[in-house]
């Protein structure tokens, strides 16, 4: 279990530096795709596309985290996850 400031093993680190306008196009997407919460001191962010995963890629580069493929049912087809999870501030 991961201690307060620190992540899971498996969680795969941010591989981008982010830039003010990476940032702001991050920003932008989640507030529209994302939702924010908690799981104890745990902070998550997750955010899902049906049809293009490449801004998930992109936010994979920026923050970290894992992308999951989440069976849904078939009027919804693929639904593509990304989740990021932070342990304390």
Request: proline share 7%; charged share 15%; hydrophobic share 40%.
């Amino acid at each position: 279990m991961p201690q307060l400031g620190q992540e899971w093993a498996s969680t795969r680190s941010a591989s981008t530096s982010p830039t003010p306008n990476g940032l702001h196009w991050a920003a932008g997407f989640l507030e529209g795709e994302g939702t924010f919460g908690f799981r104890g001191a745990t902070a998550t962010i997750h955010a899902a596309q049906t049809e293009n995963p490449a801004p998930l890629g992109r936010l994979l580069a920026l923050f970290g985290g894992s992308v999951t493929i989440q069976d849904r049912e078939a009027a919804v087809g693929v639904v593509y996850a990304l989740e990021t999870v932070r342990c304390g501030p």
